[in-house]
């Protein structure tokens, strides 16, 4: 009985546990996002050829979109513009393209991207 309770002692002090590190001088998080385009997939059969990309901004600034095949390269790149702040939106036409998985990203100053997000085409 002593054993269990020894055992029970000693598993109850958790002293020998590292403790976290306490984090300093951490930057505010950015508030810019980028939604999901809508519609989503695209296709000539349902005569959606065209789509739009949410994104919204926390502040005045530039922003500029790529979108890339599944490859990487590089199928558009729509040149920094300035917006406010708030929801904004690009504009995108596959109806040129062939069918497949395309990504785009939105990029913010100083070269922060926001997550990619995936986009299909069907024909």
Request: zero cysteines.
């Amino acid at each position: 009985m002593d054993e269990i309770q020894n055992a029970m002692t000693h598993t109850a002090n958790t002293s020998w546990l590292a403790k976290p590190p306490v984090m300093r001088h951490r930057k505010p998080l950015r508030r810019e996002k980028v939604d999901q385009n809508y519609p989503n997939p695209l296709g000539l059969e349902a005569n959606f050829t065209s789509t739009a990309i949410p994104f919204t901004t926390e502040s005045k600034g530039v922003a500029s979109m790529r979108v890339m095949d599944a490859n990487g390269k590089l199928i558009l790149r729509d040149f920094e513009n300035e917006y406010g702040a708030g929801q904004h939106f690009f504009y995108f036409s596959a109806k040129d393209l062939p069918a497949g998985t395309y990504y785009y990203h939105i990029e913010f100053p100083k070269g922060v991207v926001i997550q990619n997000k995936t986009m299909l085409v069907v024909k």
